[in-house]
């Protein structure tokens, strides 16, 4: 069973910049996922890119401000997020894809908190 450490959140103003990674051991390392959770609200879907890392997607809500890459040497997947709003806040999770369209999780890493000031 693969694990995912997830990491680089924290406090940024809007229009700012962050950087989340997603390591994985122990198991395969295929398709993964971006997710969040807001408070209160259920989680979502953000962002996905394949094991090639040549496809990707994004929900409508960050589609032109994030971008996903991987590189799997390290087993690791990013997601460099810019022009942060305040509605971006969230617990942040990576996950293992096991469908793609919709994209469905599984293997969930702890998440890394991210929070946006307005």
């Known amino acids: 069973q693969v694990q995912l450490v997830e990491s680089g959140g924290g406090l940024v103003q809007a229009g700012g910049s962050l950087r989340l990674s997603c390591t994985a051991s122990?198991?395969?390392?295929?398709?993964t996922g971006w997710f969040r959770q807001a408070p209160g609200k259920e989680r979502e879907f953000v962002a996905g890119?394949?094991?090639?890392?040549?496809?990707?997607q994004y929900s409508d809500s960050v589609r032109g401000r994030f971008a996903c890459s991987r590189d799997n040497a390290k087993n690791t997947v990013y997601l460099q997020m810019n022009s942060l709003k305040p509605e971006d806040t969230a617990v942040y999770y990576c996950?293992?894809?096991?469908?793609?369209?919709?994209?469905?999780?599984?293997?969930w890493g702890q998440g890394t908190q991210v929070t946006v000031s307005s």
């Open positions: 996950a293992v894809l096991t469908h793609w369209l919709p994209p469905v999780g599984n293997s």
């Open positions: 890119i394949t094991w090639s890392g040549v496809i990707t």
């Open positions: 122990g198991g395969t390392f295929t398709n």
